[in-house]
């Protein structure tokens, strides 16, 4: 079988933070490069996931349901970590309706809607997870050189997930990405672990990079030219063919 590729980790313009991809057109680029599915998981919401249906099987492709989740960060709530999860079937439809409404109703810190790992892993029926790559807490643990609780903390995503958790790699040329990766894969070889490669998709071609600092700033309150402003994104963040 030839190798297949396909979108895990994806922001459309529903993810109102830092997303800048139309619906029809990432559902017409996917198709056109040969993928057979996509999954959407925008930030903390599902607001397109009627939409996204609707276009991804009018296209013929497999529509994946997910979110991608503010995990709160006991160290300091100013700094939530990342946690991807997928939708498997009717069952983790319904948690992760529940988790997003949790966050909103009950776990938001400035602002910011953030679940606890403890509702997490109370609601694993029927979802499947990826780590957040670079900015979830097992990567955070790993990349400061805390290997006993990067393993502590995996331990715990494994009991409530099993199987479905996935440490996600990611290279997209950004700080820390490549020694993301290599401690990621040590410790998913020493583990057992597996691992999912995605591309924290979040525009649909490079060109689109400038208008998508352009909606971050919007979002943030800050000017393109502010020297002080976080950097987090790439011009590599965009929808990749398999290729």
Known sequence: MDPSFVHLHVHTEYSLVDG??????????VAGSGMSAIAVTDQANLFCLIRFYQAALAAGIKPIAGSELWVRNGANANQPFRLVVLVQDRRGYLNLTRLISRAYLEGQHLGV????????????EGL?????????DVAQALLGGHRPEAERLLDGWLSAFGDRY??????????????????????????????VATNDVRFLAPEDFEAHEARVCI??????????RPRPYSDEQYLRTPE
């Open 20 to 29: 800048l991809l139309r619906i029809r057109p990432m559902v017409q680029a």
């Open 128 to 136: 499947i997870a990826l780590s957040g790559g670079p900015g979830g």
């Open 166 to 195: 996935f440490l996600e790699l990611t290279r997209t040329g950004r700080e820390h990405e490549a020694e993301c990766v290599e401690l990621s894969v040590d410790l998913a070889a020493a583990r057992g672990v597996p691992v």
């Open 113 to 124: 809607p953030q679940v606890e790992r403890a509702w997490v892993a109370e609601a694993a």
């Open 219 to 228: 979002h943030d309150g800050r000017t393109l030219d502010d020297p002080r």
